[in-house]
């Protein structure tokens, strides 16, 4: 693979997403690798990340020189073009002229990786430091205002560095430069794509799994569903998925697993109704934590039992099943080796966040993708584009809408003006462009309307519909008044309970996506 060395900013991944973008396999790994952990992996490219440190701050991480003695080639980016300047034997400075966002760049010598450039280009920078003399053998390959070198290479020993962030949008020649770097600068072919994981995956599904039976916890999410799709693909029968139904989906989402996703995978499917047994957990209940954690031990124990079904079902071959499949990606594996305790926002109950001391190991083969080649790899193994498409929608699902008790009929209320609001965004084309839009029902709200000629007194709902890259930010999505006002008259019209309906324009943060 190509290593991308992570600096401790957050370029890392964005770097590793546009390497395989550009068609060759990366993987991301911590500054405290050592030389010989990195060489340990056969890299056949090395790029070290920009990171938030200047060099000279104490503790800022340091390259070892020995890494530019291994003979593969490195690409040094922002931070990790100082660090390998100065490990070297090159300068580095502070000049007291921070560059910061877009900023001209004149290229002197295009050399390898600026190959194709024209003279002047505008890049992204985000910089204090600035090398002022780059090490002995480099040639110098731009300069900047604020960069008197901003760019260098030495193409005998294929070592190459530059200033800016080619990882991103705004340096429009950045892919490029990336792609000189890995084709000419590392003589690497452009071979890898999602759809490689499958074959690959499949043999190391059968050589982990043997004849033994696997389990699989399906929430109906884009997640769960490929590793299924994988895990089926590759034994079988062997797999049992369980669905919970745990009566708080939005409408036709157990029918779109039980029908669409069995029907294209033929995946063994056990489906567990505990809608009465949810509800009747969360009843007299308001207060969101505990609704949450209400939702998360109800499932994890009705998730156990059908685990135990599915062992006794298996009869004397019970004690085969071993083996549990969960949907974990790659930013979950990069996040949790970070091993930084994020502040507990929400106690977040995912579908796939099954307890350790389940009695199984994990087959977690997407565990290498990004969620787009997450979807790339599910719509090659023909799992519906409706499931791959699917946006996010949180495991404790409607109960966490409903601002107030969560009861059966008000359940009904909210899917109902849920499922018209979906409608309409899909009608209108927008699925793709908002993240996703929880409508909230304000369960304890009433507020006096008036329809005919008669008054009502009845419950308001909101419309959330948010743009987001990743759910840690988020704005508001400024969706068409024509499509708002279709949305507001059908759920006025339709739903007889609500009688208002309102828009959510806060952006995250301050306020969460979900209401709870
Ligand atoms: P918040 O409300 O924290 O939501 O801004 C961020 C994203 O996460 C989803 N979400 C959840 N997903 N289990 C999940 O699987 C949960 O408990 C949960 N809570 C929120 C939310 O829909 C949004 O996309």
Not at 79 to 93: C, D, E, P, S
Not at 249 to 257: F, I, P, Y
Not at 336 to 355: D, F, M, R, T, W
């Given at each position: 693979?190509?290593?991308?060395?992570?600096?401790?900013?957050?370029?890392?991944?964005?770097?590793?997403?546009?390497?395989?973008?550009?068609?060759?396999?990366?993987?991301?790994?911590?500054?405290?690798?050592?030389?010989?952990?990195?060489?340990?992996?056969?890299?056949?490219?090395?790029?070290?990340?920009?990171?938030?440190?200047?060099?000279?701050?104490?503790?800022?991480?340091?390259?070892?020189?020995?890494?530019?003695?291994?003979?593969?080639?490195?690409?040094?980016?922002c931070?990790?073009?100082?660090?390998?300047?100065?490990?070297?034997?090159?300068?580095?400075?502070q000049?007291?002229?921070?560059?910061?966002?877009?900023?001209?760049?004149?290229?002197?010598?295009?050399?390898?990786?600026l190959?194709?450039?024209?003279?002047?280009?505008?890049?992204?920078?985000?910089?204090?430091?600035?090398?002022?003399?780059?090490?002995?053998?480099?040639?110098?390959?731009?300069?900047?205002?604020?960069?008197?070198?901003?760019?260098?290479?030495?193409?005998?020993?294929?070592?190459?560095?530059?200033?800016?962030?080619p990882?991103?949008?705004?340096?429009?020649?950045?892919?490029?430069?990336?792609?000189?770097?890995?084709?000419?600068?590392?003589?690497?072919?452009?071979?890898?794509?999602?759809?490689?994981?499958?074959?690959?995956?499949?043999?190391?599904?059968?050589?982990?799994?043997?004849?033994?039976?696997?389990?699989?916890?399906?929430?109906?999410?884009?997640?769960?569903?490929?590793?299924?799709?994988?895990?089926?693909?590759?034994v079988g029968?062997?797999?049992t998925?369980?669905?919970?139904?745990?009566?708080?989906?939005?409408?036709?989402?157990?029918?779109?697993?039980e029908k669409?996703?069995?029907?294209?995978?033929?995946?063994?499917?056990?489906?567990?109704?505990?809608?009465?047994?949810?509800?009747?957990?969360?009843?007299?209940?308001?207060?969101?934590?505990?609704?949450?954690?209400?939702i998360?031990?109800?499932?994890?124990?009705?998730?156990?039992?059908?685990?135990?079904?599915?062992?006794?079902?298996?009869?004397?071959h019970?004690?085969?099943?071993?083996?549990?499949?969960?949907?974990?990606?790659?930013?979950?594996?990069?996040?949790?080796?970070?091993?930084?305790?994020?502040?507990?926002?929400?106690?977040?109950?995912?579908?796939?966040?099954?307890?350790?001391?389940?009695?199984?190991?994990?087959?977690?083969?997407?565990?290498?993708?990004?969620?787009?080649?997450?979807?790339?790899?599910?719509?090659?193994?023909?799992?519906?584009?409706?499931?791959?498409?699917?946006?996010?929608?949180?495991?404790?699902?409607?109960?966490?809408?409903?601002?107030?008790?969560?009861?059966?009929?008000?359940?009904?209320?909210?899917r109902?003006?849920?499922?018209?609001?979906?409608?309409?965004?899909?009608?209108a084309?927008?699925?793709?462009?908002?993240?996703?839009?929880?409508?909230?029902?304000?369960?304890?709200?009433?507020?006096?309307?008036?329809?005919?000629?008669?008054?009502?007194?009845?419950?308001?709902?909101?419309?959330?519909?948010?743009?987001?890259?990743?759910?840690?930010?988020?704005?508001?999505?400024?969706?068409?008044?024509?499509?708002?006002?279709?949305?507001?008259?059908?759920?006025?019209?339709?739903?007889?309970?609500?009688?208002?309906?309102?828009?959510?324009?806060?952006?995250?943060?301050?306020?969460?996506?979900?209401?709870?």
């Open positions: 693979p190509v290593l991308v060395v992570d600096f401790g900013a957050q370029y890392a991944q964005l770097i590793a997403r546009r390497v395989r973008e550009a068609n060759v396999y990366s993987e991301i790994v911590p500054h405290t690798a050592t030389v010989a952990d990195l060489l340990a992996k056969d890299p056949a490219a090395i790029i070290l990340s920009g990171g938030p440190s200047s060099v000279y701050a104490t503790g800022a991480p340091f390259v070892d020189p020995a890494l530019f003695e291994a003979g593969v080639p490195v690409l040094g980016i931070y990790g073009f100082q660090a390998m300047a100065q490990a070297l034997g090159g300068t580095v400075a000049t007291g002229q921070r560059e910061y966002g877009g900023t001209a760049v004149q290229v002197t010598d295009a050399g390898t990786v190959a194709g450039s024209p003279d002047a280009q505008t890049v992204w920078m985000s910089h204090g430091d600035a090398v002022h003399a780059a090490p002995e053998g480099f040639e110098v390959l731009a300069t900047s205002a604020g960069s008197p070198v901003a760019a260098f290479e030495d193409r005998e020993r294929r070592l190459f560095g530059v200033q800016w962030h990882e991103v949008k705004h340096s429009p020649l950045g892919q490029k430069a990336l792609e000189n770097f890995l084709y000419e600068g590392a003589g690497l072919a452009p071979d890898w794509n999602p759809g490689n994981v499958i074959a690959e995956q499949v043999e190391r599904i059968r050589a982990q799994v043997g004849d033994a039976r696997v389990i699989c916890g399906l929430s109906g999410g884009v997640d769960s569903s490929v590793a299924a799709a994988l895990v089926q693909r590759a029968d062997q797999l998925c369980v669905f919970v139904d745990h009566g708080l989906l939005r409408s036709g989402e157990a029918e779109q697993v669409d996703f069995v029907a294209s995978t033929g995946v063994r499917l056990k489906v567990v109704d505990a809608r009465d047994r949810f509800l009747r957990a969360l009843a007299g209940h308001t207060d969101p934590e505990t609704k949450r954690k209400i998360g031990r109800e499932f994890i124990r009705v998730f156990e039992d059908a685990a135990r079904e599915v062992v006794a079902e298996a009869g004397e019970g004690d085969e099943v071993k083996f549990l499949v969960q949907g974990t990606l790659y930013p979950d594996v990069v996040e949790s080796g970070g091993g930084e305790g994020a502040a507990n926002i929400k106690s977040h109950h995912n579908v796939g966040g099954l307890p350790d001391d389940l009695q199984f190991a994990l087959v977690e083969p997407l565990r290498t993708l990004f969620k787009d080649e997450v979807r790339a790899v599910g719509l090659e193994l023909g799992v519906p584009e409706v499931i791959v498409w699917r946006q996010p929608f949180p495991g404790p699902g409607l109960g966490i809408r409903i601002i107030g008790e969560v009861t059966a009929e008000r359940l009904d209320v909210l109902a003006a849920d499922a018209i609001a979906r409608e309409e965004l899909t009608k084309g927008l699925d793709r462009d908002i993240w996703q839009c929880p409508v909230v029902l304000l369960a304890d709200v009433r507020s006096v309307g008036v329809q005919g000629d008669g008054r009502t007194y009845g419950h308001p709902v909101v419309l959330r519909p948010v743009s987001s890259e990743d759910a840690m930010t988020a704005d508001w999505t400024r969706l068409p008044y024509d499509v708002l006002a279709t949305i507001s008259t059908r759920i006025t019209n339709e739903v007889p309970e609500v009688n208002r309906v309102v828009l959510d324009v806060t952006s995250k943060p301050p306020g969460t996506i979900e209401w709870e």
